[in-house]
């Protein structure tokens, strides 16, 4: 918001140089976002044997023992809900894990799910974010983004 790309890339008549500018100031961006979450989750502190676990008890493990878990997370989670209901079309889905980073100031949705896997899973993900994106992310709208763009404006000519 304060570098004013989508503002310099509508005025300017060489759109290239300020393009590669606000791509490489995102990839340094997303460098520092793959800082804070941790990949792969070593959950050894749940002490569950590693064959016929059913998700159900991989989430009462991780609930009784969510300050280990927030750790593991990485840095500026916090926890928002279990079995979050979200409704669409009078059909009822539920996220296993809800947490927020507000250091990211995005949430994290976990579908907890055992096993390999699949392309439905995937499916699945990706609709539960997309109803919680327009639901529940409170995304800012255009008069929104026209206030804050005029407020930056207002502070960048003082």
């Known amino acids: 918001m304060s570098t004013l790309y989508y503002e310099r890339l509508l005025s300017s008549t060489e ?3 300020v393009m590669a500018e606000a791509e490489t100031n995102t990839q340094a961006l997303q460098t520092e976002i793959k800082n804070y ?3 792969p989750y070593i959950l050894d502190f749940l002490n569950l044997p590693y064959s016929r676990v059913l998700e159900s008890t991989l989430e009462e493990a991780l609930i009784n023992n969510l300050q280990l878990f927030l750790l593991e997370l ?3 989670f916090a926890f928002v809900a279990r079995q979050q209901r979200i409704s669409v079309e009078e059909q009822d889905f539920y996220i296993d894990l ?3 980073n507000f250091r ?3 949430f994290l949705l976990i579908d907890l799910k055992l096993g390999k896997l699949t392309h439905q899973d995937v499916g699945q993900m990706d609709s539960y974010v997309r109803i919680y994106d ?3 992310k409170g995304l800012p709208t255009e008069e929104e983004l026209k206030a804050e763009l005029q407020r930056e404006r207002a502070l960048l000519s003082t």
């Open 134 to 136: 327009q639901h529940y």
């Open 98 to 100: 809800v947490f927020y």
């Open 37 to 39: 979450l941790r990949d």
């Open 15 to 17: 759109k290239t140089p």
């Open 104 to 106: 990211l100031k995005c």
């Open 74 to 76: 990485g840095r500026g």
